[in-house]
């Protein structure tokens, strides 16, 4: 529930799915993306991976043209908003 304070981070419906996310993340990291911080699954009973932030994502990455479905927040850097190209 978000409306729960208490709430806390919960487990990723299946393992496939994480070990999904950490390879696009993995893959956008190599292709110049930078971690920030997570980027790892957690290792502990379920399928928990880190909250996790990746920025200066790059068109070459997974998690610039595939929907990351997890903890995760990227950020795209331009020169300037002229450069700007919507994905």
Same mark, same amino acid.
């Given at each position: 529930?978000?409306?729960?304070?208490? %709430? !806390? /981070?919960?487990?990723? %419906?299946?393992?496939?799915?994480?070990?999904? /996310? *950490?390879? &696009?993340?993995?893959?956008?990291?190599? !292709?110049?993306? +930078? =971690?920030?911080?997570?980027?790892?699954?957690?290792?502990?009973?379920? #399928?928990?991976? &880190? =909250? $996790?932030?990746?920025?200066? +994502?790059?068109? %070459?990455?997974?998690a610039y043209h595939?929907?990351? #479905?997890? =903890? +995760?927040? *990227?950020? #795209?850097?331009?020169? $300037?908003?002229?450069? #700007?190209?919507?994905?």
């Open positions: 529930d978000p409306m729960n304070q208490r %709430a !806390q /981070l919960g487990p990723m %419906a299946r393992s496939a799915l994480r070990d999904a /996310l *950490h390879r &696009q993340i993995s893959e956008s990291i190599a !292709q110049g993306a +930078v =971690p920030l911080t997570g980027c790892s699954p957690i290792d502990r009973a379920g #399928f928990y991976y &880190q =909250p $996790s932030i990746i920025d200066h +994502v790059t068109a %070459a990455a997974p595939d929907e990351l #479905f997890g =903890p +995760v927040e *990227h950020g #795209f850097r331009r020169s $300037s908003p002229d450069n #700007f190209q919507p994905r």
